[in-house]
Nanobody, 122 residues
Framework: QVQLVESGGGSVQPGGSLRLSCAAS????????MAWYRQSPGKQRELVAM???????NYVDSVKGRFAISRDNAKNSVNLQMNNLKPEDTAVYYC????????????????WGQGTQVIVSS
């Protein structure tokens, strides 16, 4: 069907940077919105950043000015550049992609990446 593969997580000190990537493959007719979520133990998953099919970007207030989401339509990928990381950014990050899936007929479904751990600590 459709698979998402994430990469780029790791451990950094406060103030450091990481770049997350998520590549989609499979029976893709068209990709619409793409987004990054994160989840910490005991907390609900939250939307961190989203980028629409035309490139409009939205961010949760806590990461504005520090994170930047981007997409590469030719590669069916979405990235999240994270700068000036803070301990509160520690979480498992998941990409989510809204896809029109090839079929008879085509159908819409969103897909999740496997998650990548980001740890920000001294």
């Amino acid at each position: 069907q459709v698979q998402l593969v994430e990469s780029g997580g790791g451990s950094v000190q406060p103030g450091g940077s990481l770049r997350l990537s998520c590549a989609a493959s499979g029976d893709i007719f068209r990709i619409e919105d793409m987004a990054w979520y994160r989840q910490s133990p005991g907390k609900q998953r939250e939307l961190v950043a989203m980028i629409t099919t035309v490139g409009t970007m939205n961010y949760v207030d806590s990461v504005k000015g520090r994170f930047a989401i981007s997409r590469d339509n030719a590669k069916n990928s979405v990235n999240l550049q994270m700068n000036n990381l803070k301990p509160e950014d520690t979480a498992v990050y998941y990409c989510n992609v809204d896809v029109l899936v090839r079929g008879s007929p085509v159908y819409r479904k969103d897909f999740w990446g496997q998650g990548t751990q980001v740890i920000v600590s001294s």
